[in-house]
């Protein structure tokens, strides 16, 4: 936070305590905005969620170019299926950085069947990013509904669904998928992803009842039903925005630990299985040449930590920006100091 | 004209572990348009219960709340029409307020709700309301809550209250929560505003002194129970239940206060 961020200057706002200064800039700033806009640029100003959004870009970008995405091909030479002549010694990876940069044929190294890891890492990631979406959207959908009424209408209602709840996450997810995996076999992400959706809303069920009932009895949620506002409107024009902070967090979390699900099922076969791969069935699967191959193990490892990472930064800033006391934009107070 | 009674209303709370608790036992009253009631007790006393059971967001244990001799509709396209009839200020204008939408969103939801004016014209009543309540338009209107006073704010609430030009208010302590220096200047806007439409007023607080001011009757309630009744000077000035003696003899007097100041300092206001 050293080096401010060029964005607006004010001038004539070096002189006067840091304090004022701030608010007036940001006054000044979001004036005349809609919320949509102020939140977008909170969200530009906040760096590591900047950061975070420009590498997940950047992988989507490359592991979806680079062996293509369905029917459209890509720029990389080889597929994840093909069994390639092996180059070097035991599969190595064949960048180097002495005397400049160069990638060679397999960059990432190759298995011991000759295959191309990067080609498998990118098709790994294409598919855990699909699961990771997919379980983020209709997981936390689920939640927040699942939780909303009952946090709202409280009384039998939140009893029912709060059971429900404490039965969902009774069920022992890994046993289950070691089961169907047994029975059904693979199943395709699509499946895997809707599949792992329906039983792990519980956290979000449970965090969003519990904003629900504070945020009812709140004096504002009483004006609106005072004005006559219906339970839908107040539930979700009036108490979702407020509860946003908490969803958002607690989303990518689950977005983050649906990866190493997935991980899990893969391995228990039911999930994603060869010749298909995710990140996490990429792991297993070389698990035992972790000594003789490290390669094999450290790729896929560190695209799961990355995307992770990169989804968890961007829920704080998301939150941050969402926020309609948070005033304070970072490097502000430095930018007004000069 | 329009005339709310509160007839013979009893709210009983049941607590889990300490058995039922009375908020409020037999208490009447009649609010009517142009008039202003003043409703004082301490905490505890069932000023809020009153309010909230007049909003229909409570309902009473027994005896009933009345609008022109018809009983409250308990939902639907009638209750509607009563919320439309009788609004709302709040204690607290930090909490009352929702921190995520704009004083604009706060103005015309309640005119769009009711229909108050047609689509084309909602800007221009928003504005009207916000100049009503002596807030200039441009520098509130595109601003969220936590960017305004807490003065700005109560005002925001009344304009709010205002807006589906409702023939009664209720204010709940409406000034508790401000500086005392905006209190005189938020307490004459209501009593403006009453005057100006007609409204009627039931104004809760625990100041005897503004109570008695804003006023034309006033009720005093004590543990659920209203222990007098009468125009605001005899239940202030001439007090017979011993509760408003104390609750008198505990608020500070303004006038003697001044008496003292102005023998010492030469009468300077």
């Known amino acids: ?338 | 004209m329009t005339v709310l009674e509160f007839d013979h209303v009893t709210k009983v709370y049941s607590v889990r572990g300490a058995g039922q608790i009375k908020a409020l036992d037999d208490v009447s009253f009649t609010l009517e348009s142009g008039r202003t009631i003043g409703l004082v007790g301490q905490s505890g006393s069932g000023k809020s219960t009153i309010a909230k059971i007049l909003t229909q967001l409570e309902t009473p244990t027994s005896g009933q709340v009345r609008l022109d001799g018809q009983p409250i509709p308990r939902r639907g396209a009638g209750l509607r029409a009563y919320r439309q009839t009788l609004r709302m200020v709040f204690q607290d204008p930090f909490a009352s307020l929702n921190p995520y939408h704009s004083i604009r969103y706060h103005l015309e939801r309640p005119l769009r709700l009711d229909a108050v004016v047609p689509q084309a014209e909602l800007e221009d009543e928003v504005r009207r309301l916000l100049h009503r309540v002596r807030l200039e338009p441009d520098a509130v209107i595109d601003r969220r809550p936590h960017e305004l006073s807490g003065g700005q704010r109560q005002r925001v609430a009344i304009a709010r209250a205002l807006a589906s030009r409702p023939r009664l208010l209720v204010a709940d302590e409406p000034v508790s929560m401000l500086d005392v220096s905006l209190r005189l200047g938020v307490l004459n806007l209501l009593a403006d505003l009453g005057r100006d439409e007609g409204l009627g007023v039931l104004y809760i607080t625990h100041d005897l002194a503004t109570a008695r001011h804003f006023s034309d009757e006033i009720l005093v309630l004590n543990q659920g129970q209203v222990v007098e009744r009468g125009t605001a000077d005899d239940v202030i000035l001439r007090p017979q239940h011993p509760y408003t003696r104390e609750l008198r003899a505990a608020s500070p007097d303004p006038e003697k206060h001044f008496a003292s100041l102005s023998g010492s300092h030469g009468g300077a206001r």
């Open chain 1, 1 to 338: 936070m050293s080096t401010p961020t060029p964005t607006n200057p004010q001038p004539g706002g070096h002189a006067d305590p840091a304090e004022n200064v701030e608010n007036a800039i940001e006054l000044k700033e979001v004036e005349g905005l809609s919320q949509g806009r102020i939140v977008l640029r909170r969200f530009l100003r906040h760096r590591g969620a900047m950061t975070a959004a420009v590498v997940l870009t950047g992988i989507v970008l490359l592991a979806t170019t680079s062996i293509g995405w369905g029917p459209i091909p890509g720029w990389w030479q080889f597929n994840y299926r093909e069994n390639l002549p092996i180059v070097n010694a035991g599969g190595a990876p064949t960048m180097s950085f002495d005397g400049g940069i160069s990638i060679g044929d397999h960059p990432f190294g190759q298995d011991n069947i000759g295959k191309d890891v990067f080609a498998l890492v990118m098709r790994g990631t294409q598919q855990s990013l699909l699961v990771m979406t997919i379980i983020g959207l209709v997981a936390s959908t689920i939640g927040i509904v699942m939780g909303a009424l009952a946090g709202y209408f409280r009384g039998r209602l939140d009893n029912l669904l709060m059971r429900f709840t404490d039965m969902i996450i009774t069920i022992p997810i890994i046993m289950i998928g070691a089961i169907l995996g047994v029975l059904v076999g693979g199943a395709s992400p699509i499946t895997l992803a809707l599949a792992l959706s329906f039983v792990t809303w519980t956290s979000m069920a449970r965090l969003v009842r519990g904003e629900f009932l504070s945020l009812r009895e709140r004096e504002f949620v009483d004006a609106a039903r005072v004005a006559g506002a219906s339970s839908g409107r107040i539930m979700f024009k009036h108490m979702l925005p407020n509860a946003v902070g908490v969803i958002i967090v607690n989303a990518t979390l689950l977005m983050a630990s649906a990866i190493l699900l997935e991980t899990a099922l893969s391995y228990l076969g039911f999930g994603i299985t060869s010749p298909d791969v995710s990140l996490g069935n990429l792991i297993n699967q070389y698990q035992t040449a972790f000594a003789t191959r490290p390669w094999l193990f450290w790729w896929p490892g560190l695209f799961i930590v990355l995307i992770a990472l990169c989804v968890n930064f961007i829920g704080d800033g998301l939150r941050d920006a969402f926020d309609p006391r948070q005033r304070k934009i970072p490097s502000q107070r430095k930018m007004a100091k000069g």
